[in-house]
């Protein structure tokens, strides 16, 4: 028990030594930060053996028992274990993800990387409604203080929703009621998509969420001609433009932060491209996010979709 002792004694020498007027604003929060973890170790220490008794020990899995028996005074280790699975691509660790998410969330529901990564889960399993339901519940809870990854799975997932109404509209006839109401429906759709992205766009002005909007206003100008908007589409297709113009002379500055940036950021550079009609540039930066070492299974098949999206 000599650690357990350690952790208690340093937080009573925290207590006993910001007292001091000597100390540097940076020793005093060297002070703050050691006290803090061994306090946040040492509770959990005391609380480790009695973490499952939390749960219903028969409905967790392996995973989630391992993680709750472990020393974690923070969320951030079984986060990342669960992030890891949600990003493999395969299905068997998505679904492991889920559980380990699911099994835990009741020790870590306040944090908002926590409710993401479930968010996120649902749509790697197709279950976009769910994600969206959740995403809502967030935002209502945070009073929509969301950070950009969030804001852009909701906006993923309104366009997700965009894709089917418009998918089943393009299926029916020209000037079948059907088909002018499900086009209808997917620009709302869309639209609640764009509201999403631009929320996201103005937190970082990052590549990711720009692209998408810039996307979205070239298939909401389409739909909108469709649907007999002739003003709203010229200036949708204008506004598609403009940003794409804009994220075609930024792409030097942008720089990769995960390990598969290098080739999202590639593809948006071919996107940006292609949707200002500069068919060989766009081929030029295609083919190198197609060509990355770091390549998965599902990196051509998202590429493929957004490119169908615009060409439809």
């Known amino acids: 028990e000599w650690l357990e002792e350690y952790y208690f004694l340093l937080g009573c020498y925290t207590v006993y030594a910001v007292r001091f007027k000597n100390q540097t604003t940076q020793e005093r929060a060297g002070v703050f930060v050691s006290g803090g973890v061994a306090v946040a170790r040492f509770l959990w220490w005391r609380k480790r053996s009695s973490a499952l008794s939390l749960y219903e020990e028969s409905t967790l899995s392996e995973e989630v028992k391992v993680l709750l028996a472990g020393r974690y005074p923070a969320y951030n280790e079984p986060l990342q274990v669960a992030w890891g699975w949600n990003r493999s691509g395969d299905p068997e660790k998505v679904d492991r993800a889920y559980a380990l998410l699911m099994g835990l969330r009741k020790h870590y529901g306040h944090i908002l990387h926590w409710e993401y990564e479930i968010a996120f889960n649902l749509t790697k399993q197709k279950k976009y409604a769910d994600a969206l339901a959740l995403l809502i519940r967030i935002g209502e809870t945070l009073h929509g203080l969301l950070d950009e990854d969030t804001l852009a799975l909701w906006g993923k997932c309104h366009k997700v929703r965009g894709d089917g109404f418009r998918d089943a509209g393009l299926r029916a006839s020209p000037g079948r009621p059907e088909r002018l109401t499900a086009l209808a429906e997917a620009e709302l759709a869309y639209k609640e998509a764009c509201l999403r992205y631009e929320q996201a766009y103005v937190l970082d002005h990052n590549w990711f969420s720009g692209i998408n909007l810039a996307t979205l206003w070239l298939i909401r100008a389409a739909l909108a001609g469709e649907l007999g908007r002739i003003v709203d589409r010229d200036a949708m297709r204008k506004d598609s433009a403009r940003r794409a113009e804009e994220l075609w002379n930024a792409m030097d ?29 766009a081929a030029a930066h295609y083919r190198p996010a197609l060509a990355q070492p770091g390549r998965e299974p599902h990196h051509p098949n998202t590429i493929k979709e957004q490119v169908c999206r615009i060409i439809k």
């Open 253 to 281: 500055e942008w720089r990769p932060r995960l390990k598969d940036d290098a080739v999202w950021i590639s593809a948006t550079r071919g996107e940006a491209a292609l949707l200002l009609c500069k068919w060989d540039d």
